[in-house]
């Protein structure tokens, strides 16, 4: 499925301009447009609401009492900055761009897209590197569609490798997308015995004949985030597409696996098609 259509989630979290001008180049590899969806928490809203609400100034350690308005002059003032920088990086890449503001709990009407990108500490500054953020969760928790969770760095001229069972290739046309830009593809496949590895292989390379990438293929046996790591590692993949049903991110928490692995993870879904309308 070719890729057209990026967003990326931001919220008042983001002082990191990085995040855009790797959202922008992504869109760029994949010949698509970008959408930056700025995210606002109705939380953040009702506790500026309250009587004895206490913010830190970052760069004084000094405290003030959180007033309404200028907590909306804020947001004002980072989605103004936000805007600006995407418009610069999007000439940059040569990529049209706009921006749209949504709130956290309207997250799963998110606009219509084809690749949804998250930085995975978006809605928080976490405790720890394994932690998600709050608009990262709901993301990966809620959104149907394709999502890339990420951390800063998104490197898609590096092989792309994805993780498939002997059954499914729900999460290769969307590696295949993605592996245009480096045309380098590594598929990993869990299988649970020589002949069933070799008749998927055969499969994958029929499938994958007619494509522009250079394919290489590796027999992964009850795979963990370890051992994901090492293989992935080992031949140099910017990113890791998983189908977000598949039995591994069940028995390991993404966040948990996100710190394994060290590059980005793409939780491939299959978007449901829309109702066909039957003439009255």
Same mark, same amino acid.
């Given at each position: 499925?070719?890729?057209?259509?990026?967003?990326?989630?931001?919220?008042?979290?983001?002082?990191?301009?990085?995040?855009?001008?790797?959202?922008?180049?992504?869109?760029?590899?994949?010949?698509?447009?970008?959408?930056?969806?700025?995210?606002?928490?109705?939380? !953040?809203?009702?506790?500026?609401?309250?009587?004895?609400?206490?913010?830190?100034?970052?760069?004084?350690?000094?405290?003030?009492?959180?007033?309404?308005?200028? !907590?909306?002059?804020?947001?004002?003032?980072?989605?103004?900055?936000?805007?600006?920088?995407?418009?610069?990086?999007?000439?940059?890449?040569?990529?049209?761009?706009?921006?749209?503001?949504?709130?956290?709990?309207?997250?799963?009407?998110?606009?219509?897209?084809?690749?949804?990108?998250?930085?995975?500490?978006?809605?928080?500054?976490?405790?720890?590197?394994?932690?998600?953020?709050?608009?990262?969760?709901?993301?990966?928790?809620?959104?149907?569609?394709?999502?890339?969770?990420?951390?800063?760095?998104?490197?898609?001229?590096?092989?792309?490798?994805?993780? @498939?069972?002997?059954?499914?290739?729900?999460?290769?046309?969307?590696?295949?997308?993605?592996?245009?830009?480096?045309?380098?593809?590594?598929?990993?496949?869990?299988? +649970?015995?020589?002949?069933?590895?070799?008749?998927?292989?055969?499969?994958?390379?029929?499938?994958?004949?007619?494509?522009?990438?250079?394919?290489?293929?590796?027999?992964?046996?009850?795979?963990?985030?370890?051992?994901?790591?090492?293989?992935?590692?080992?031949?140099?993949?910017?990113?890791?597409?998983?189908?977000?049903?598949?039995?591994?991110?069940?028995?390991? +928490?993404?966040?948990? !696996?996100?710190?394994?692995?060290?590059?980005?993870? @793409? @939780?491939?879904?299959?978007?449901?098609?829309?109702?066909?309308?039957?003439?009255?």
């Amino acid at each position: 499925m070719p890729v057209r259509r990026v967003t990326l989630a931001v919220d008042a979290t983001l002082r990191d301009q990085q995040v855009l001008r790797a959202a922008t180049r992504i869109a760029a590899q994949l010949k698509a447009e970008i959408t930056a969806m700025f995210v606002t928490n109705a939380e !953040l809203q009702r506790f500026a609401h309250l009587p004895t609400a206490t913010e830190v100034l970052v760069r004084s350690a000094r405290t003030r009492l959180t007033e309404p308005i200028d !907590l909306a002059l804020d947001l004002e003032r980072l989605l103004g900055t936000i805007e600006r920088e995407l418009r610069d990086f999007a000439r940059e890449a040569d990529v049209a761009w706009r921006i749209v503001s949504t709130t956290l709990e309207q997250l799963p009407d998110i606009p219509s897209t084809d690749l949804l990108l998250v930085d995975r500490r978006a809605g928080a500054t976490p405790v720890s590197r394994a932690e998600l953020g709050s608009v990262a969760a709901k993301l990966v928790a809620d959104c149907r569609e394709p999502i890339l969770v990420f951390d800063r760095e998104l490197a898609l001229h590096k092989p792309i490798g994805v993780l @498939l069972g002997e059954d499914g290739d729900g999460a290769l046309d969307m590696a295949l997308s993605l592996a245009q830009a480096s045309g380098r593809l590594l598929v990993l496949i869990d299988a +649970h015995d020589r002949e069933s590895f070799e008749r998927t292989s055969k499969r994958i390379a029929n499938k994958v004949a007619q494509q522009p990438v250079v394919l290489e293929i590796d027999w992964i046996r009850a795979p963990h985030g370890q051992v994901l790591a090492s293989s992935l590692h080992r031949r140099g993949a910017g990113v890791l597409v998983v189908d977000a049903a598949d039995p591994l991110l069940q028995r390991e +928490h993404l966040a948990s !696996l996100l710190e394994a692995l060290r590059i980005p993870v @793409l @939780l491939a879904r299959q978007v449901p098609s829309p109702p066909k309308r039957h003439d009255q």
